[in-house]
């Protein structure tokens, strides 16, 4: 990323798209030991994985009448079932030749100790079948890269909005990481006000702004509405991070906050949940803070960000978001990276 990004100088890159590719590209390489994705965001260039990935994103947060009325289960009347598995057969065609290499490859080595240097060759190892490693796979690459790129875009969104905030995690980088350009991960943990930047945009953009729908087992009583056996709970999270009863100045971007307080996002605080709480909640949380903590700060430790047109007056960055499939930005952040050594 970082090295794309210095060829890149003084041009306006989408930074969805290389923060997308990115996150693609690193799940690629622990289960395939692959790069699928370019960085310049070409759709050809990534064999319909792109398209394949949104489409899943959009159909799996798509209500499904079956759901409600379940005499219609077997008949699919959306077509959601159908659509799903088509987009499944698109992704599985990206690494299908992957599995096949390898499933060869081990077959001949049979009898001899066998190298396990990724996802694919323990589940290789544990008997998955296509179809097995197909499901589990795609899953993770759904979860994974929406949600992990629109964070990285909505953080670098804000510190070029907030000076400030820009100007204090430089001067923290610069303390800790030194002329390094490339960050470690044992060097993220020295890094509480990048940590806090983290929190602060997952507070006020959380990807999955309403999580996903819980089931009620039991009628319960929550604060002072009854919930009947059997409903479905949706949770706001986006609402909670802008509650003027729990957050101060709710709608300012103030990394700060985090600093002076233990809030933490692990499902002990109930009024900071962008990875859900309980059994359900992210099982992938501590891989996703990791990556966004690395990537956020390379991207500050080793770039100036400026908007294209010589756009001074930041007020005028347009923040909407679109409340949608995941909490991403309308606009897409277009910037012009200026590299620092
Ligand atoms: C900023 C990044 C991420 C956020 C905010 C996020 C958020 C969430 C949320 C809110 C849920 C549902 C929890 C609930 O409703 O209680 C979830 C589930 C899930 N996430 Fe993430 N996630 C992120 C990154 C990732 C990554 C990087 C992966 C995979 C490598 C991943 C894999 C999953 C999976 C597989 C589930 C479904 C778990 C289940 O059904 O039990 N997520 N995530």
Redesign the pocket.
């Known amino acids: 990323m970082v090295e794309f990004l210095n060829n890149k100088q003084g041009k306006v890159v989408n930074i969805r798209e290389v923060a997308f590719a990115t ?1 693609v590209n690193i ?1 690629g390489n622990i289960c395939f030991s692959e790069d699928f994705v370019g960085l310049e965001g070409d759709e050809k260039e990534s064999r319909g994985l792109k398209r394949a990935l949104y489409r899943l994103m959009k159909l799996g947060t798509t209500p499904n009448v079956a759901d409600f009325y379940p005499i219609f289960e077997g008949l699919d009347p959306q077509g959601l079932k159908k659509k799903t598995s088509e987009s499944m057969n698109e992704a599985f065609s990206v690494w299908e030749h992957v599995i096949k290499e390898r499933r060869v490859k081990r077959e001949s080595q049979k009898g001899s100790d066998l190298d396990e240097r990724d996802f694919l060759d323990t589940m290789l190892r544990c008997g998955f079948s296509d179809l097995q490693i197909n499901q589990l796979t795609v ?3 759904s ?3 929406h ?2 790129s ?2 990285i875009e909505w953080a670098l969104a804000e510190l070029i909005k907030n000076k400030d905030a820009m100007f204090t995690l430089q001067n923290e980088l610069d303390k800790e990481i030194g002329s390094t350009t490339c960050i470690k991960e044992s060097q993220v943990s020295q890094l509480p006000y990048l940590h806090a930047c983290v929190k602060e945009t ?1 507070r006020l953009h ?3 702004p309403l ?4 089931a009620i087992l039991e009628g319960s009583k929550i604060m002072n509405y009854n919930v009947p056996k059997n409903s479905q709970l949706i ?1 706001n ?1 986006w609402g909670m991070g802008r509650d003027p009863s729990l957050w101060e100045d709710p709608v300012s971007f103030k990394p700060q906050r985090f600093c002076d307080s233990n809030v933490d996002f692990k499902g002990q605080d109930f009024k900071f ?13 501590p ?3 990791k ?2 903590h690395l990537m956020l700060a390379s991207l500050v430790r080793n770039f100036d960000w400026f908007l294209p047109n010589n756009m001074e007056d930041l007020s005028k960055l347009d923040m909407t978001e679109n409340f949608g499939v995941i909490l991403q930005r309308k606009k897409p952040l277009m910037v012009i990276p200026k590299g620092k050594c």
């Open positions: 996150t799940l899953e993770l690459f979860g994974a890269t949600s992990t629109s964070t997952l959380p990807p999955a999580l996903h729908p819980e949770i999270v949940l962008p990875f859900g709480v309980g059994r359900r909640m992210c099982p992938a949380y891989y996703a803070i990556q966004i």
